[in-house]
């Protein structure tokens, strides 16, 4: 008969898929190899196991509690932890708090300020939940922990949510609540609660979440997320967002992103310079609650003084980065640029340059000859469908058939790309040509252009088109 101890040396356990073993009872022997294999079993860091070898125990109890609990083998009882947090009292049940790395920690902390021995206590912790019933488990003392809360944005509404969903895995949300139990899924380190309300998150964008929840991917780094609203706003801050007063709180560095994005939807180059200087005259007068019309915001930046244009005074030197982004040169209206020089807005350097372009596409018979790259040069277009349209169909939205310039050149050779997106649950969806280079005539088949074909069931569908070269000869005449 083999001492006790002996027995317990000799109890091993495979730790990787070298066949590496290691002795339950010696968390780190100095085999790095082994160690490392461990955590990737557990899924635990491994820098953060070299810093505290006990974090395997907490990993270990973490996961047997997740199993019980899939297995219902955890049987409800008495409270046997009292949780003291946002000036209340919680009644929580071991086995159902490990669910949080947080919870987890604060409970193994008091549970060795108990005892001279913690590793025993887990051991011990361990032993309980591998026994097959409720009688067979020794007594659990009850413990009582403390945790504070110092982020504005978790509720005692939404900590009692996250609490809740230890319990139960499907805890009824609303998207009012969402960002505050995302806030305590963060705290309690609970990663399932936590990667729901991301998902709930971004199938909830609108003009009044989108700068709260990008704000709060940005504060919890969830990546995730704060592409989701960066993806959104793309598709969705000229045609929607645009239009509300909601348009105010998206913020600049978000604002700067996506109109660096190719992947931006417009009508067109003047519909974005509209929603741009509406969203400046929204920062700059607070008071305004509505909507105002456009000629407004026209009166408002012709009222400064006309020695300097507005981004060359203080007001104005941040903003410039944004309307750099602006393909200013797309404007070809001779009444949207009278209202530009007429609002004294841009530099005198940026008007000049765009009429020279201008002016050098009429020599050059409409081609652009200074556009050199397609994806941040090119002239964008785009048509939004909100219902399906048949090619049978009388009726076609009076846009889509607004004619505009054209060239009275026997043929053309046009550098375009054809783009459309639409959201289907919860997912982008992107249809999209490649470059194409064509040359265009007057009879077919060179008359018509690529045909994009999307099979989606997606509402609404933006549809973009990106024109490396266009025709400013009938605007002219």
């Not at 806030?183 to 309300?197: D, E, G, K, N």
């Not at 639409?422 to 040509?433: A, C, I, M, S, Y």
Request: glycine share 4%; net charge positive; charged share 20%.
């Amino acid at each position: 008969m083999l001492h006790p101890w002996y027995r317990g040396r000799l109890e091993r356990r495979m730790v990787g898929s070298t066949n590496r073993w290691r002795f339950p009872r010696e968390p780190f022997s100095g085999d790095l190899l082994g160690l490392s294999q461990m955590c990737k079993a557990l899924n635990v860091d491994f820098e953060e196991v070299l810093k505290d070898p006990d974090r395997l125990y907490v990993s270990q109890i973490q996961k047997i509690f997740s199993r019980n609990l899939k297995n219902k083998t955890i049987q409800s009882r008495e409270a046997d932890v009292i949780l003291k947090c946002l000036g209340s009292t919680w009644e929580l049940h071991q086995p159902h708090l490990f669910q949080s790395e947080t919870l987890a920690k604060l409970y193994l902390m008091a549970l060795s300020q108990g005892t001279t021995s913690p590793k025993k206590e887990l051991e011990r912790l361990l032993q309980a939940q591998l026994c097959g019933s409720v009688q067979e488990r020794p007594p659990i003392k009850k413990m009582i922990i403390s945790l504070k809360i110092n982020d504005p944005l978790v509720t005692k509404v939404a900590f009692a949510t996250a609490l809740k969903s230890l319990y139960l895995s499907e805890v009824e949300m609303n998207m009012d609540d969402v960002l505050g139990v995302l806030a305590s899924a963060h705290i309690l380190q609970f990663s399932s609660l936590f990667q729901r309300c991301v998902a709930m998150m971004m199938n909830g964008l609108t003009p009044t979440t989108i700068k709260s929840f990008y704000v709060a991917g940005c504060k919890y780094k969830e990546e995730q997320l704060t592409t989701a609203c960066e993806k959104w706003l793309e598709m969705n801050l000229v045609p929607l967002v645009g239009r509300q007063i909601h348009l105010r709180k998206i913020p600049q560095e978000l604002l700067h992103r996506v109109l660096r994005s190719p992947r931006l939807f417009t009508f067109n180059e003047f519909h974005l310079l509209k929603t741009l200087l509406l969203w400046v005259f929204l920062q700059l007068n607070h008071r305004i609650q509505t909507v105002p019309v456009h000629e407004t915001v026209l009166a408002f930046f012709n009222s400064f003084p006309k020695k300097y244009s507005f981004l060359d005074q203080d007001t104005g030197q941040s903003l410039v980065p944004l309307f750099l982004c602006v393909r200013l040169h797309g404007i070809i209206k001779g009444k949207n640029l009278e209202e530009l020089r007429h609002i004294n807005f841009f530099p005198e350097s940026w008007l000049i340059r765009v009429t020279a372009n201008h002016y050098h596409a009429l020599e050059s018979g409409g081609d652009m000859v200074h556009v050199k790259d397609l994806t941040t040069q090119a002239m964008r277009f785009g048509l939004l469908f909100n219902q399906r349209v048949r090619h049978t169909d009388l009726e076609f939205p009076s846009s889509v058939c607004k004619h505009g310039p054209v060239s009275l050149r026997a043929e053309r050779l046009v550098k375009y790309e054809i783009r459309a997106q639409t959201l289907v649950d919860g997912k982008w969806q992107e249809f999209r040509t490649n470059q194409i280079t064509q040359k265009f005539g007057f009879v077919k088949p060179s008359c018509k252009s690529h045909a994009l074909k999307i099979q989606t069931v997606g509402i609404p569908i933006y549809i973009a088109l990106e024109d490396g070269c266009h025709s400013f000869s009938s605007h002219q005449q």
